[in-house]
């Protein structure tokens, strides 16, 4: 196939993003487990431990060298998963009681560095592609969250109350990577950990249900109509600006894209006005407490 023939679109897991290079990438095995250093004494000396985000389900990160996915990651935005169906609780970043985050943990894709000949059909490099859409390195972070309009109608808002250091993570590509933290971060019941992308990660799972062909449409819409039910996540996006794209013919970002920011900002508040499907934020948080 022809690099004309081969444009086609990338996807961000808040939706496609048309560009002059197109990509529908996916992921084969994900990688050994890497540990970063060890937890502190907070943690050895803790009488109950719970992991946020553990699952029933080893759900793998699209993007790589397997094509039989959309590749899709995520980037500019600070994000939580609000439901996934084989998760161990039903909301699953949830603080359920007072404790200290001691380590979490992100497992990655292996984005593809060069074009690719797939038995005839081009695949552009995916990691030089998502580089030049949300800048590089790969980054992420943490952050713990509170809610301030509980009782109000409207997409939540949160404040935001500690955040862990930003890791850069192109070096665990591949991998499921857990990162201990040096100081851990106290936390309180209904509070929410969120992970936060200052430029891209490949963090995002997507079913093969939901791959979308610009001429075809999504490739088995009723398993992915179930998809947006069973796996769903909110950002810190404006309503209505909740699609992020360019222009295909000029490259430049549409205004979604263009104003998309994480919340980084201790003591600010953002409002949480996007709302996603089908997709699942794979991260977990350990959090260590006393009875």
């Known amino acids: 196939m022809s690099s004309k023939s081969a444009r086609n679109e990338l996807r961000t897991g808040s939706g496609p993003v048309r560009l002059a290079l197109a990509i529908a990438f996916a992921l084969g ?8 250093s060890t937890p502190t004494d907070a943690g050895a000396k803790s009488d109950r431990r719970i992991v946020l985000g553990k699952a029933r389900q ?21 994000a939580y998963q609000v439901k996934r169906s084989d998760a161990a609780r039903s909301f699953p970043f949830s603080v359920p009681w007072t404790g200290k985050i001691v380590a979490w943990s992100v497992s990655l894709a292996r984005p593809t560095k060069r074009e690719i000949d797939d038995s005839g059909t081009l695949r552009p490099a995916q990691e030089p592609f998502f580089n030049d859409l949300f800048g590089p390195p790969s980054k992420a972070g943490i952050s713990v969250l ?19 250091p930003v890791e850069t993570l192109n070096s ?8 201990a933290l040096d100081r851990p971060l106290n936390v309180i019941p209904k509070q929410v950990v969120a992970l936060t992308i200052p430029t891209w990660a490949p963090v995002l799972w997507k079913p093969r249900a939901c791959n979308f062909n610009s001429i075809s449409g999504v490739l088995d819409p009723s398993a992915c109509a179930q998809a947006e039910s069973n796996y769903t996540w909110r950002g810190s996006r404006s309503q209505g600006k909740c699609r992020l794209g ?3 013919d000029t ?13 980084t900002g201790v003591d600010s508040v953002r409002k949480y006005g996007c709302y996603y499907g089908s997709n699942a934020l794979l ?9």
């Not at 060298?65 to 959309?70: A, G, L």
């Not at 205004?255 to 920011?261: G, H």
């Not at 991260?283 to 009875?291: A, D, K, L, S």
Request: contains cysteine.
């Open 146 to 164: 509170r809610r301030v309009n509980r009782n109000q109608d409207g997409p939540p808002q949160w404040r935001m109350v500690r955040r862990s």
């Open 251 to 263: 490259g430049e970002p549409n205004e979604a894209l263009d104003k998309s920011r994480p919340q």
């Open 29 to 36: 095995v994900v990688g050994l487990a890497v540990l970063i």
């Open 283 to 291: 991260y977990t948080v350990t959090i260590v407490g006393q009875n």
């Open 58 to 78: 080893n759900l793998e990160p699209n993007c790589g060298r397997d094509f039989s996915r959309d590749c899709v990651v995520e980037g500019k935005v600070t």
């Open 246 to 248: 360019v222009d295909p």
């Open 172 to 179: 665990y590509f591949g991998s499921t990577v857990h990162f």
